[in-house]
């Protein structure tokens, strides 16, 4: 028996099911280790391992090289529900916005996780701002997103502090959510399901099944000394004392984020290898109560921009916060929030045109998250060079979901984006052939039942 140092099955807080435990063996077994491995435990790996697991018969290992789950991009972002109002008619970011807007709701409603649909409006201050927000409206109408023009009078009076010269669109389907209540809760259910948790287990090589065996194996790190803080999420892998350990997998879905090029090079050959680009997004705190909105409010959309505009958001305690802006960094560790005084007074500028009394003397660095890239691209399908969500079984590697790009509207998509890879490995691909039950679900404390997030 091989006891896998690296992978620790990890303790919960709530339930009444015992903590996880299994023994873990790589060799002489005429099956795999687990059915799935799923590789970052961020909000969208979270949600993938919770969905897998419900399938009865699954045993799915959630693998993160951090000693906590969602400690990266998750926990660095606006924590907006979004409607889905920029991505275009054939996206995958629409499609997943809307129907994970819709399931986060819902999930969030019945397992009592703080959220708020507060609702945003989109404000114009010109004519040319005003056109793309006629454009966003359109959209929005044709996909079946509520949208409404706010007249000046019913403007003034809900929010006298917001200017919006030329107009403003409210989304009353935008929300707020606790992102970290989200992630948390998703934890405990996908581990009171019967899931392994691996965390400080970085994987380090992935090898895809051979002729003579079908398995995917997998090598993670063994746990670090010190374990990386949340502030500074190592991009290489960490110097460690001892071997690697492995594991095998019927199947693997990379979900690590910022780190997901990286793990399409340890599997695809070198011409489908990719390089990652990153958009980092500073925010900034406002320690005044005045003034307050109770909206979200953002900027009209600007063609292909990199994000949607240094907006104002709320988190679940009503604090307003600005950001974030966009800056190309080259590393996925450059998490510091930008001081650059330049980036500030413009992004002072941005807020101040459409809450001008802000007291800017009030308003300094907060802290940062960076958008995982997979070129110089757009945010926002209006403008050239928008990038779309990528995921995908990888042609000629049956049973890798790959998951590549997935910034916002990530944390929204996350219920959504679960459902898409459970369907992508349940509509043909490998795990359909090795496991024939998939429409007999487990939910916690229940053995079998048929459920899930809708
Ligand atoms: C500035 C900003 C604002 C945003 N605002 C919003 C918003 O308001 N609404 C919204 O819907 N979305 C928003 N997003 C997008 C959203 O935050 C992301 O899409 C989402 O969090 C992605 O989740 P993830 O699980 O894919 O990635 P992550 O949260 O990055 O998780 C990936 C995990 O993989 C782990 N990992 C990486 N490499 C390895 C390895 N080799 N071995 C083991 N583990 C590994 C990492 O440690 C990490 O925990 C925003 C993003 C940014 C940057």
């Known amino acids: 028996m091989n006891t896998l140092r690296g992978l620790r099955p990890v303790c919960h807080s709530f339930g009444p099911t015992p903590p996880s435990t299994r023994l873990f063996s790589s060799t002489g077994r005429l099956h795999a280790d687990f059915t799935h491995a799923v590789v970052g435990a961020g909000a969208v790996g979270l949600a993938i391992a919770k969905r897998l697991q419900q399938i009865a018969g699954a045993s799915v290992v959630l693998i993160e090289k951090h000693g906590m789950v969602g400690s990266e991009t998750s926990s660095r972002n606006s924590e907006v529900i979004h409607a889905g109002l920029y991505y275009g008619h054939d996206s995958l970011k629409t499609k997943l916005c809307l129907k994970g807007k819709q399931m986060m709701y819902d999930y969030c409603s019945r397992n009592h996780i703080s959220h708020m649909n507060c609702g945003k409006w989109v404000v114009a201050q010109d004519q040319d701002q005003?056109?793309?927000?006629?454009?966003?409206?359109?959209?929005?109408?044709?996909?079946?997103?509520?949208?409404?023009?706010?007249?000046?009078?019913?403007?003034?009076?809900?929010?006298?502090?917001?200017?919006?010269?030329?107009?403003?669109?409210?989304?009353?389907?935008?929300?707020?959510?606790?992102?970290?209540?989200?992630?948390?809760?998703?934890?405990?259910?996908?581990?009171?399901?019967?899931?392994?948790?691996?965390?400080?287990?970085?994987?380090?090589?992935?090898?895809?099944?051979?002729?003579?065996?079908?398995?995917?194996?997998?090598?993670?790190?063994?746990?670090?000394?010190?374990?990386?803080?949340?502030?500074?999420?190592?991009?290489?892998?960490?110097?460690?004392?001892?071997?690697?350990?492995?594991?095998?997998?019927?199947?693997?879905?990379?979900?690590?984020?910022?780190?997901?090029?990286?793990?399409?090079?340890?599997?695809?050959?070198?011409?489908?290898?990719?390089?990652?680009?990153?958009?980092?997004?500073?925010?900034?705190?406002?320690?005044?109560?005045?003034?307050?909105?109770?909206?979200?409010?953002?900027?009209?959309?600007?063609?292909?921009?990199?994000?949607?505009?240094?907006?104002l958001t709320l988190d679940m305690a009503g604090r307003v916060r600005f950001g974030p802006d966009v800056e190309w960094v080259d590393s996925p560790n450059d998490l510091a929030p930008s001081p650059n005084s330049k980036r500030f007074a413009a992004a002072l500028e941005d807020i101040k045109s459409y809450l001008p009394g802000i007291d800017t003397d009030a308003v300094s660095l907060d802290y940062a998250g960076i958008r995982p890239k997979l070129g110089k691209l757009g945010a926002v399908a209006s403008g050239k060079g928008f990038q779309d969500f990528y995921i995908k079984m990888e042609e000629g590697y049956d049973g890798f979901v790959n998951l590549l790009g997935i910034e916002s509207p990530g944390l929204t998509s996350s219920l959504a984006i679960a459902e898409e890879v459970y369907e992508i490995l349940y509509r043909g691909g490998k795990a359909s052939q090795s496991m024939d039950r998939q429409e007999v679900i487990r939910e916690p404390g229940k053995e079998f039942g048929i459920g899930g997030d809708q």
């Open 130 to 311: 005003l056109d793309s927000l006629e454009d966003v409206h359109k959209f929005a109408g044709s996909i079946g997103v509520p949208t409404r023009f706010i007249s000046a009078e019913e403007a003034k009076q809900r929010e006298p502090d917001v200017r919006a010269e030329a107009g403003a669109l409210e989304s009353p389907s935008t929300g707020i959510v606790d992102s970290h209540g989200f992630m948390q809760f998703m934890h405990g259910e996908f581990e009171d399901l019967g899931g392994i948790t691996a965390l400080a287990s970085p994987v380090t090589r992935i090898q895809a099944p051979t002729a003579g065996n079908g398995d995917w194996k997998i090598w993670t790190a063994p746990p670090q000394a010190s374990e990386p803080q949340p502030s500074s999420p190592s991009a290489a892998v960490p110097e460690l004392e001892g071997e690697d350990t492995s594991i095998t997998a019927e199947t693997i879905i990379n979900s690590a984020g910022l780190y997901a090029c990286a793990i399409n090079n340890m599997i695809l050959p070198e011409e489908r290898h990719r390089t990652p680009f990153y958009a980092k997004g500073t925010y900034f705190s406002y320690s005044k109560s005045f003034p307050n909105p109770k909206t979200l409010i953002y900027p009209a959309p600007i063609p292909g921009h990199g994000g949607l505009g240094t907006h």
